[in-house]
Structures are given as structure tokens and as C-alpha cells.
């Protein structure tokens, strides 16, 4: 410790007990334990994972890192609203049974064998649809509407208990529809109209952030869902929107990717149920992304850099008992 003055232009300081936030990045003597100690956060990393069979941006899908799936999206390919599907097993893509209905911006969540994919922009006429499909594990079949035609908000759940939130155009973008696995039913509204935003949790305990208002600006705006209301929450550090990769539950949520300040941005970030905290960066800046998983293990799928991609970037923490960004006090033995 000869050196740690010189360093850091002050002594070690000398403690009964440990410091809090304000112990990061130095060192203190705890002279109850007689040890030395300094924080530590716990690492969260992105890695990359395999490439998908169709690029494409603004598209939907769910489940879990190692049992994805995507649907839909805009392609470049001809007609420019995809009906392709494609399913992850945690290292490959696979095609499976396409959409009825060729879609993109759709709301979606569920798993593999049980997805959902309602609204979106289509090549029929009127373009916006309130479409409703259901993947059974073999194929999609129609289910019922949604109440309000829409694309670009944020969706949740399960096939059988689902939020379809926000969106566009005006005035629908703080419209809140719930299904049930049999119906769509309208429910209370946003606070805050907004649409390009990405949801996670579930139909009775759901989370939103960031999107873009109706003047096109960005917005780190979050709001949480209790089955009945939402409530403005924690702000996002970074104001983004336009299709972040999102996923987790209502108090342990990753948001990752999206659109900041009219660039790709690579900037992550871990809500705790009450605040937010910048983490592992993803590794390429992308938008018009998707999410599914859990806060310890997602993936980001698809999207555009400077084109449609069919990349994917998976996230894991170091600790599952610890959130990624956590501040852990740590004994110096050396």
C-alpha cells in the first residue's frame, strides 16, 4: 500500500465499517475484520451467437436464449413484409411454418411451441393490420383481432395471458389491449404516448422504456404495469428507442441496442425494479432489434446496422444471484 497515496492522492482510509457507494474504486482498511477491501462490480458480457437465415429489421418473436424465435420483419426481398419464421436451439437458426399474413413492427411474445404475433404493417390493404396469429409448435393459425389496428409498441407474456401496449399511428399510441388467450380486451392507457418501444415481464406485472414520442424525439421514459394501471418508473439512462432488444422480468430487465441521438447505439442497461444501471455494452451498435430471455441469459436477434441483419448477440451475468452492475465488496488477500 506504499504507493496508494501517490496514486490516488490520498491514505488508505482506516474503518469500522464498510464504505457504501462512495467505496468504488478505492481501498479501505476495515479495522473490525482487520482486512483490506474494495467494490467490485459483477461482470455481465455480450458474446456472439449464430447467424440467422433471413436479415431483416422491425421484427417480433420470444422464449428463451437457447429456445428463440423470430417473425416477420421488413426484407428487402420481395414482398417487403416477411411471412418468414425462423426458431434458435442455442447455437443455429432453423426455418419453420411461415406466417399467414407477411408482417412487420408486430407486437409478439411466448415461447417456441406457444407464440403470439398480433398488429403490424403488411403489403394488404389498409397497410396497418389488427392481425392476431398463434403458434402452436407446427403451424400459425388466426386467432382473434386485436381491438385497434396498430404497429411499433411493446408487447409481453404468454399466447395465453399477453399486453399489446403503445404504438402507432396517433392517437393509438397509448392504447393498452390484454388477451387472454381467447380474446383482446381494452384496458388503461399509457401515461405517455409513445410508440417503437419494447416491453418485458408479463400481462399482469409488465415493464416499458424508452420508445419515441409523437414528435419523433427519443424518450428514457419507463413505465411498470400491474395488471390494472401503469406508473411512471425509473428513467432509462441513455433516452433511446426504435426497436431496443428487451427482455427479463418487471424487476429484472435488460434493454440493449435501439436508437440514440439518430445512430445505433450499443448501450445496455439493468433495471432493478427501481433504477437503472448502464452494464455491458452489446458488442455491434443495432436497432429495429428483438429480445427474449432472462436478465442472467438473453439474446438480441436480428436488425439493422447499416442494413438488415440476421446477427445475434448474446447476454450472460457472472452471477445469478447478483445483478449485473451490483456493487460487491471484496476482500484483498494479495
Not at 44 to 54: D, H, M, Q, R, V
Request: charged share 15%.
Amino acid at each position: 500500500m506504499t504507493d496508494y497515496k501517490a496514486i490516488h492522492g490520498r491514505n488508505v482510509l482506516h474503518v469500522s465499517s464498510d464504505l457504501g457507494a462512495e467505496g468504488e474504486g478505492q481501498i479501505w482498511f476495515n479495522t473490525a475484520t482487520s482486512d483490506f477491501k474494495t467494490i467490485v462490480k459483477v461482470a455481465g458480457s455480450w458474446s456472439s451467437g449464430g447467424a440467422g437465415n433471413s436479415a431483416r429489421r422491425e421484427l417480433t418473436g420470444g422464449g428463451t436464449q437457447t429456445a428463440a424465435w423470430i417473425c416477420g420483419g421488413e426484407s428487402p426481398a420481395s414482398p417487403n413484409r416477411s411471412a418468414l419464421h425462423e426458431q434458435y436451439d442455442g447455437s443455429a437458426w432453423a426455418e419453420v411454418a411461415d406466417l399467414n399474413t407477411g408482417r412487420a413492427d408486430q407486437y409478439g411474445c411466448g415461447s417456441q411451441t406457444a407464440g403470439l404475433a398480433a398488429g403490424g404493417t403488411s403489403s394488404l390493404t389498409p397497410a396497418i393490420v389488427a392481425i392476431s396469429e398463434e403458434f402452436n409448435g407446427t403451424a400459425w393459425a388466426e386467432g382473434d383481432d386485436l381491438n385497434v389496428a396498430r404497429y411499433r409498441g411493446a408487447s409481453a407474456g404468454t399466447q395465453t395471458a399477453a399486453f399489446a401496449t403503445g404504438g402507432a399511428p396517433a392517437p393509438t399510441s397509448v392504447n393498452n389491449e390484454i388477451y387472454n388467450g381467447t380474446s383482446w380486451a381494452e384496458d388503461a392507457n399509457l401515461n405517455g404516448a409513445r410508440y417503437y418501444i419494447k416491453g418485458s415481464g408479463t400481462s399482469t406485472a409488465g415493464l416499458i422504456a424508452g420508445g419515441a414520442n409523437p414528435s419523433d424525439a427519443v424518450v428514457a421514459t419507463a413505465e411498470a404495469w400491474n395488471g390494472t394501471a401503469w406508473t411512471e418508473v425509473g428513467d432509462l439512462n441513455t433516452a433511446r428507442g426504435y426497436g431496443t432488444a428487451a427482455f427479463g422480468t418487471q424487476t429484472a430487465t435488460i434493454h440493449a441496442g435501439g436508437d440514440f441521438d439518430n445512430s445505433n447505439t450499443t448501450a445496455c442497461e439493468f433495471y432493478d425494479g427501481s433504477s437503472w444501471t448502464e452494464i455491458g455494452d452489446l458488442a455491434t451498435a443495432i436497432r429495429y432489434t428483438q429480445g427474449a430471455g432472462s436478465a442472467p441469459s438473453g439474446i438480441q436477434m436480428f436488425g439493422y446496422t447499416s442494413g438488415n441483419v440476421a446477427i445475434t448477440q448474446e447476454w450472460d451475468w457472472s452471477s445469478t444471484a447478483t445483478p449485473p452492475g451490483a456493487q460487491n465488496i471484496k476482500i484483498i488477500t494479495d
